[in-house]
Nanobody, 114 residues
Framework: QVQLVESGGGLVQPGGSLRLSCGASGRIFRLISMGWYRQAPGNQRELVAS???????TYADSVKGRFTISRANAKNTVYLQMNSLKPEDTAVYYC????????WGQGTQVTVSS
């Protein structure tokens, strides 16, 4: 079983930056692919970025060139660096561990507004 706790959300102006963190429990974090999803009101949850156990990232087209996913296996943590934020990036951001049927964190709110 894996427990995930996200942090780092908040209110930021358009063009600003935020870094989200997701801390995971368990000894096998380094073996698990991880992902960041987001869900805006009225929308389905969508995959923003993912990273394999070996560190290979993938990104949704909407965030390519602006967001960077990374992981620190020694800290059992995955990060999402978000730059050049836009109002349409406003959502609750969730961390997911691809293990068993999938584990989710509780989410962290990101609001991009002037």
């Amino acid at each position: 079983q894996v427990q995930l706790v996200e942090s780092g959300g908040g209110l930021v102006q358009p063009g600003g930056s935020l870094r989200l963190s997701c801390g995971a429990s368990g000894r096998i974090f380094r073996l698990i692919s991880m992902g960041w999803y987001r869900q805006a009101p009225g929308n389905q949850r969508e995959l923003v970025a993912s990273i394999t156990s070996s560190g290979t990232p993938t990104y949704a087209d909407s965030v390519k060139g602006r967001f960077t996913i990374s992981r620190a296996n020694a800290k059992n943590t995955v990060y999402l660096q978000m730059n050049s934020l836009k109002p349409e990036d406003t959502a609750v951001y969730y961390c997911k561990a691809w293990m068993d049927g999938g584990y989710w964190g509780q989410g962290t709110q990101v609001t991009v507004s002037s």
